[in-house]
């Protein structure tokens, strides 16, 4: 495994995933440009908070949440990002098609060298190896939410992906101070497959009126030691998010994975969790 920091990394799309892994690299010392095609100040914004979230709870050491900050950058497509880049990492949302261009854009424009990883909570990554010429430097490194205080990262290799890859994301994942999980390539992985499937059956659970939410996520977390229940923790994720990794799983590894109606009637309602207030739970 290497055990060098990566000097410079981009990250293309700044959103919750995002500013969570640019501001755990900016961290670590490594240089970071965010590619973010929405509003730039508002990604530059989530690192910028996170990070002083980070310094109020002592998470920084003795760091400076601004020195760290002035190591990150915003740029408007992924065609910007510097060439010279150790590793790119995709975190734009959970569809297919988008993901393939992105990661096409930035296989043209980063150095041969470059690692570039995916953290599709779902998509197979020889799915999205499709999109390069040369899927052999293609990852998935699956960072949980929130990327900083979570110690997680799930790496997931396709038959294409080539060992030397891994090995540098291994390195990486261990700088961070996060723990890995080494999986092989399979829509949803280990992580999402599981987590979704729990999620799904605790709402079709309150929609078949077996219980209300507070009493569902209290049984999992007393009785199973679970540290969240499984409708808070879909609340967390995002209902869009997890929604969109159903919808991916029914096609991929069948029906036992198809979403609810009320999932559905949520996210049509604009109920999408933590981030926008109301979920399966109120939040502040
Ligand atoms: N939210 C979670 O809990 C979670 C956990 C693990 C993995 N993931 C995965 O991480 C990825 C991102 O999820 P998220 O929750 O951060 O989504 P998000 O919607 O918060 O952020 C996505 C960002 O990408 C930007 N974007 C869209 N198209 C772009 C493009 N072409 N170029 C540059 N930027 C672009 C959007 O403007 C947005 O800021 C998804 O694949 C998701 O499945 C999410």
Redesign the pocket.
């Known amino acids: 495994m290497t055990s060098t920091v990566p000097q410079n990394i981009g990250v ?7 500013a969570g892994i640019a501001q755990v690299f900016a961290t670590l010392g490594s240089t970071v440009t965010i ?4 509003d730039r100040q508002a ?1 530059l914004a989530r690192v910028s908070d996170g990070l002083d979230r980070a310094h109020e709870r002592g998470k920084l050491g003795d760091g400076d949440p601004a020195i760290v900050l002035s190591r990150v950058h915003v740029v408007g ?2 065609d910007d990002l510097p060439t010279a880049l150790d590793l790119v990492v995709e ?4 569809l297919l098609d ?1 993901k393939l ?2 990661l096409s854009v930035v296989e043209k424009t980063v150095a041969p060298s470059t690692v570039i990883a995916s ?4 998509i197979s990554i020889a799915d999205l190896g499709a999109a390069l010429n040369d899927p052999s430097r293609l990852v998935g490194m ?4 929130p990327v900083p205080a979570s110690t997680l990262v799930e790496i997931i290799r396709a038959p294409a992906t080539d060992a030397g890859v891994v090995d540098r994301v291994r390195g990486w994942v261990s700088q961070l101070g996060k723990t890995e999980v080494l999986v092989n390539d399979s829509p949803g992985f280990a992580t999402s497959r599981l987590g979704v499937c729990l999620g799904l059956e605790a709402i079709r659970m309150l929609e078949e009126g077996v219980a209300d939410a507070e009493s569902i996520d209290r049984a999992m977390e007393l009785g199973y030691r679970h540290p969240m229940g499984p409708l808070r923790s879909t609340d ?3 209902l869009d ?1 997890r929604l ?2 159903a919808e991916h799983l029914t096609k991929t590894l069948g029906d036992r994975f198809a979403p609810p109606a009320l999932l559905r009637e949520k996210v049509g309602r604009g109920e999408l969790g933590r981030k926008t207030g109301q979920g399966f739970f109120t939040w502040p």
């Open positions: 293309v799309g700044g959103g919750r995933m995002g590619a973010e095609s929405g990604a497509a992924p975190a734009v949302p959970e988008l261009g992105v953290n599709t909570s779902s699956h960072f949980f939410n967390l994720v995002g998010v969109a990794i």
